[in-house]
């Protein structure tokens, strides 16, 4: 009788814990993305319509200001995953800069792709390196954004963070801007092409020019940690850039509350690499969404629901 009572003891927390696990699956969710223009929005949305698609489980991408915010609305509770920056995750794990108030339990559940930091201006202005933003009008992306945190770093590093005038504007309302005169130029981070970046180069009568800042690489580094990569943004990459910029890059990731379930956070791990073709129609950045990057890319732990799908997978997450 002993032996009974502890069979079907474990039997029911079995069947519990299956019910709890069936039951999560059904509540809605959703992503924190980005501000319209940028990848983060329309890659997000179609994360969200995979989600739904396969899991069954209504999936909403939300519009935000990106990485601060998006870490900042899942440590409340009002969002499940969010896109960020590896740079401002670190900083949420470790209780930094924009996370000063309190450290994160952050976790991630996949490394997405590379961001490029663009410094975008226009020909005619007399701008051709950061030095010469001296002065001038510039908008560092919306606030509590990564973004915004990336552009303060480089222009610290190059000795510029006192020598020019902000503006904190969603990637749409810098193009516009800059394209009305009321900028001189802006920094946005993002995958290439960025769509807002790619209707200001195809404007009748401007032509975009886009600065060279990779030498500030290791300064950054030095810093802040080993985040940022020297990279370049190809020739050809929007209309009327005809030769190849050096810039700097810090990958992308999908995180989430460490409290996410270890089921939850498996299922949309492999739900979503399992959809990439699917995610690459939606936009090319998602052909990096490739088990070769996992890992290295990410500077805070996985979740264990992820890191259990990746070794399936034959990647090793410490």
């Known amino acids: 009788m002993k032996f009974l009572r502890i069979a079907i003891s474990a039997l029911f927390c079995v069947t519990a814990a299956l019910a709890q696990a069936a039951d999560e699956m059904k509540q809605p969710m959703s992503i924190g993305t980005g501000s319209a223009g940028g990848v983060y929005y329309v890659l997000g949305g179609g994360m969200a319509s995979v989600l739904t698609t396969k899991l069954g489980v ?3 991408p939300e ?3 990106a990485s601060v915010e998006n870490l900042k609305f899942i440590r409340a509770g009002k969002m499940d995953m969010g896109f960020t920056m590896a740079d401002a995750a670190y900083d949420a794990y470790k209780g930094e800069d924009k996370f000063k108030d309190g450290k994160m339990n952050v976790r991630t559940l996949l490394a997405l792709y590379p961001n490029h930091m663009q410094v975008i201006t ?3 202005k007399d701008i051709n390196k950061l030095a010469d933003l001296k002065g001038k009008r510039v908008g560092t992306g919306p606030a509590n954004s990564g973004t915004e945190v990336m552009a303060l770093r480089l222009l ?3 000795g510029m963070d006192k020598d020019i005038t902000r503006e904190r504007l969603p990637i749409a309302q810098m193009a516009d801007a800059l394209k009305d005169g009321k900028i001189d130029a802006f920094f946005w981070v993002s995958g290439i092409p960025a769509a807002a970046v790619s209707d200001l180069a195809s404007t009748p009568g401007m032509k975009i020019k886009l600065l ?3 030498e500030y690489a290791d300064v950054m580094n030095k810093e802040f940690g080993p985040l940022y990569s020297k990279s370049a943004i190809p020739a050809k990459s929007y209309a009327g850039q005809d030769k190849a910029v050096a ?9 989430v509350d460490a409290k996410m379930s270890d ?3 498996y299922k949309i791990t492999k739900t979503l690499f399992e959809s990439q073709p699917e995610l690459a129609k939606v936009h090319k950045e998602a052909l990096n969404i490739a088990l070769q990057n996992q890992g290295v890319t990410s500077p805070i732990p996985y979740h264990p629901g992820a890191a259990k799908y990746l070794k399936e997978k034959g990647i090793a997450i410490q």
Request: aromatic content about 4%; proline content about 4%.
């Open 58 to 60: 209504p999936t909403n």
């Open 63 to 65: 519009a935000t200001n």
């Open 122 to 124: 226009l020909d005619g």
């Open 156 to 158: 610290k590093a190059a």
């Open 212 to 214: 060279d800042h990779a």
């Open 247 to 255: 810039n700097i890059t810090v990958w992308n990731l999908l995180v």
């Open 263 to 265: 089921n939850v956070a």
